[in-house]
């Protein structure tokens, strides 16, 4: 998980290639963020590593997906859309959605500044 995260602090870019779609097991997957700040402290006093995070690409490959319609606009949805819409809180009381939305936060937060091409 160091060497990851040292990774991870040292590009510029982290590519996420993944075949098929955005589901719940991708994002799972995704998962190692939270231990970022367990093994990254910026600065003396832990502060922000999301500002020092690379921009992410979260590459799908191998699969075919109509996107739809973005209901606002009546154009096509684009592929940053769909990566949003996938990254977009669950509503529910349940502890076991809650931990996904945390997942979902953190991706946000740690790259500020991501991607999503098929």
């Not at 500002?51 to 590459?59: A, D, G, I, R, T």
């Amino acid at each position: 998980m160091k060497l990851f995260a040292l990774t991870v602090l040292l590009s510029s870019f982290l590519i996420f290639n993944q075949v098929g779609v955005i589901d719940e097991a991708a994002i799972q997957n995704l998962s190692v963020v939270t231990q970022l700040a367990k093994n990254v402290q910026v600065g003396g006093d832990g502060g922000e590593i999301a500002q020092h995070m690379p921009q992410f690409l979260w590459l799908l490959r191998d699969f075919t997906l109509e996107l739809g319609v973005n209901e606002e606009t009546g154009e096509p949805v684009t592929t940053q859309e769909y990566l949003e819409n996938c990254l977009k809180e669950q509503e529910s009381l349940s502890q076991k959605v809650k931990e996904k939305n945390r997942l979902r936060a953190l991706i946000k937060t740690y790259f500020q500044v991501r991607f999503s091409d098929s």
